[in-house]
T-cell receptor
């Protein structure tokens, strides 16, 4: 069965600084990988996804993620964080029957 | 109107009470899902339905039941609520053969 680990429960970053959120997955086949963001009181919104091809994927809101098969990782990055990026971020892996398994989430706090 | 609507948004109930959470969608998606979110645990799948006549248990189905009344409606019931079912519950939909998930805004349930 697939699983996802997000090692960082909480990250605090200054506005304008770079951000990297870690995600490690376990899956026997080629993984389908996703990053979602949850703002307070909202549902989950898809930031980006990786299915195949270029291992560096671009998403919405200036986010990008890099798939590294050798490290079983799919880390999310943003070069310059805005206060509106404060939210909870979830990494997820998809199964062959299109179900998603989520990590525990990383809460991002942005300080002025 | 939202694509995926969950009612109620918030609910406080007493231990032992029966409660139903409702989800309706206007996306026309075949598949519907119920997840619960707990701090530090991420989203865990309770039940999912690939079409009206196909309902499946997820990883944490004990204590829950579901009903798929129509393609657009998927309800989650707690027959006898207990305090450790206090959580944020999300409904989601997706098309068949596709990872295009749409999430509702969540129902915050507190069992006292």
């Amino acid at each position: 069965a697939q699983s996802v680990t997000q090692p960082d429960i909480h990250i605090t970053v200054s506005e304008g600084a770079s951000l990297e959120l870690r995600c490690n997955y376990s899956y026997g086949a080629t993984p389908y990988l996703f990053w979602y963001v949850q703002s307070p009181g909202q549902g989950l919104q898809l930031l980006l996804k990786y299915f195949s091809g270029d291992t560096l994927v671009q998403g919405i809101k200036g986010f990008e993620a890099e798939f590294k098969r050798s490290q079983s990782s799919f880390n999310l990055r943003k070069p310059s964080v805005h206060w509106s990026d404060a939210a909870e971020y979830f990494c997820a892996v998809g199964s062959n029957d299109y179900k998603l398994s989520f990590g525990a989430g990383t809460t991002v706090t942005v300080r002025a | 109107d939202a694509d995926v609507t969950q009612t109620p948004r918030n609910r406080i109930t007493k231990t032992g009470k029966r409660i139903m959470l409702e989800c309706s969608q206007t996306k026309g998606h075949d598949r519907m899902y119920w997840y619960r979110q707990d701090p530090g645990l991420g989203l865990r799948l309770i039940y999912y339905s690939f079409d009206v006549k196909d309902i499946n248990k997820g990883e944490i189905s004990d204590g829950y039941s579901v009903s798929r009344q129509a393609q657009a409606k998927f309800s989650l019931s707690l027959e006898s609520a207990i305090p450790n079912q206090t959580a944020l519950y999300f409904c989601a939909t997706s098309p068949s053969g596709n990872y295009g998930y749409t999430f509702g805004s969540g129902t915050r349930l507190t069992v006292v």
